[in-house]
């Protein structure tokens, strides 16, 4: 481990610091609908188990995935999925995930700006993070764009290391519960790069992708950086 203090904490949001109770899956099947997918049958459990081990990335380039590139039908499946999903946090269907607020308060306290990552776009980001109450919590927000890729690439968090003024990527510490997001702190050579058992994948494909880390939830992730 690098001599290095941590300067900037990357934290994903779904399944890291928020909990959404599966809302994501639910609002893929109002997507498959728009999209003329399968809407039951091995066909539809084969999309939605791909939707699961893709958890993480940014869901455009699921959506193209699964309609073999058309472009028109992946617009209208990403854009089916973002209104149903926006549609339930409405509902009150997230949650912050026990402690991720206080833990984000912490490290902003000693010194850890913070960045929150997500594979939705910037609007059901912002959204999400309205309906958590959680405008100005962190130092930044990301999300996948036009000029930034979603995981696995390092994208977001170089970005975040470039807005915030970041010195070295040794500095960074990235916590996500996905493959993808292993991958994309891994990528964007972060010194510390943790998976959290709160979210879609467990304890061994994270090892697998190359966590440096594994820690129960977020808030053994503030330990981890402020002790």
Do not use: C
């Not at 339930?88 to 833990?103: F, N």
């Not at 927000?141 to 977001?156: I, K, N, Q, Y």
């Amino acid at each position: 481990m690098s001599d290095l203090k941590i300067r900037l904490a990357a934290l994903d949001m779904a399944g890291t610091t928020v909990a959404d109770d599966g809302l994501v899956l639910a609002a893929f099947d109002a997507a498959a609908e728009a999209a003329g997918l399968p809407a039951d049958g091995p066909d539809h459990a084969q999309a939605r188990q791909y939707v699961v081990d893709t958890m993480g990335q940014s869901k455009i380039v699921v959506f193209r995935h699964l309609v073999d590139g058309d472009e028109a039908r992946a617009q209208l499946a990403n854009t089916a999925f973002e209104n149903a999903y926006a549609s339930s946090l409405s509902d009150g269907g997230v949650r912050e995930i026990g402690g991720a607020a206080d833990t984000i308060d912490a490290l902003r306290t000693a010194g850890i700006k913070v960045a929150l990552t997500t594979g939705f776009s910037a609007e059901t980001q912002r959204r999400l993070l309205t309906a958590l109450g959680w405008e100005g919590l962190a130092d930044l927000t990301v999300a996948p764009s036009a000029t930034l890729r979603g995981r696995p690439f390092p994208d977001m968090i170089l970005s975040a290391v470039i807005d915030l003024r970041i010195d070295d990527v040794r500095q960074v510490a990235v916590l996500g519960d996905t493959a993808n997001d292993i991958t994309s702190g891994i990528r964007a050579g972060a010194e510390i790069v943790a998976g959290a058992l709160t979210g879609a994948h467990d304890e061994t494909r994270l090892n697998a992708a190359g966590a440096t880390h594994i820690v129960d939830s977020v808030r053994q992730f503030g330990e981890l950086l402020t002790h």
